[in-house]
């Protein structure tokens, strides 16, 4: 069975302090991690997807990074905006499905 | 705004009875994705359909079912609701099958009383 543990669950920064949000995955075959953010209340919002190992793709403040193991979401200088849940997913070969395993996420907030 | 659509945005009925949420997928997106978020068990795949047909089952229950149809918007159907079922469920959608990313709608909050 496919999992998903994100740490930590929830995570208290300063305006402008760097830090990273891990994701560590149990697969059997990896298709396709994926990064999502979610406000509250709102549909999961797509970030990144990784395919294999070394792989890295930044989007302003964050950086994605994955290894064979686990998945890293590095946050530098963040901002207030950036407060949200952050939520990781695999997606694994074989079986048929496409759907995503998704870890239950890391409550981040920034505060000014 | 991610293009996929979900009505109504928020439901409330009574336990044993049924509902139906609705999703339309960005356009030309052909596989549909329907899960549930509750908050002890996350987010959580029930069900994909891809151009009409069912193609994969997760962890749904067998009072719920679901339906894409020809203009490809699709139905998930919950019966006989309890008042576990409450939670938010969400329809995504992607191009194809395969590895690529899947955009969520923004979701139907159900309360089963």
């Known amino acids: 069975e496919d999992q998903v543990t994100q740490s930590p669950e929830a995570l208290r920064l300063q305006e402008g302090e760097s830090s990273s949000l891990n994701c560590s995955y149990t697969?059997?075959?990896?298709?396709?991690l994926f990064w999502y953010r979610q406000d509250p209340g709102k549909g999961p919002e797509f970030l990144f997807t990784?395919?294999?190992?070394?792989e890295e793709k930044e989007k302003e403040r964050l950086k994605a990074t994955l290894t064979k193991k686990e998945s890293f979401l590095h946050i530098t200088a963040p901002k207030p905006e950036d407060s949200a849940t952050y939520l990781c997913?695999?997606?694994?070969w074989g079986g048929g499905a496409d759907g995503l395993t998704f870890g239950k996420g890391t409550h981040l907030i920034i505060q000014p | 705004d991610s293009g996929v659509t979900q009505t109504p945005k928020h439901l409330i009925t009574a336990t044993g009875q049924r509902v139906t949420l609705r999703c339309s997928p960005r356009s030309g997106d052909l596989s549909v994705y329907w899960y549930q978020q509750s908050l002890d068990q996350g987010l959580q795949f029930l069900i994909q359909y891809y151009n009409g047909e069912e193609r994969a089952k997760g962890n749904i229950l067998e009072r719920f079912s679901a339906q894409q149809f020809p203009d490809l918007h699709s139905e998930l159907n919950l019966s006989s609701l309890e008042l576990g079922d409450s939670a938010l469920y969400f329809c995504a959608s992607s191009a194809g099958e395969g590895v690529d990313e899947q955009y969520f709608g923004p979701g139907t909050r159900l309360t089963v009383t």
């Open positions: 997913a695999v997606q694994a």
């Open positions: 990784l395919y294999s190992a070394g």
């Open positions: 697969v059997s075959g990896l298709r396709g």
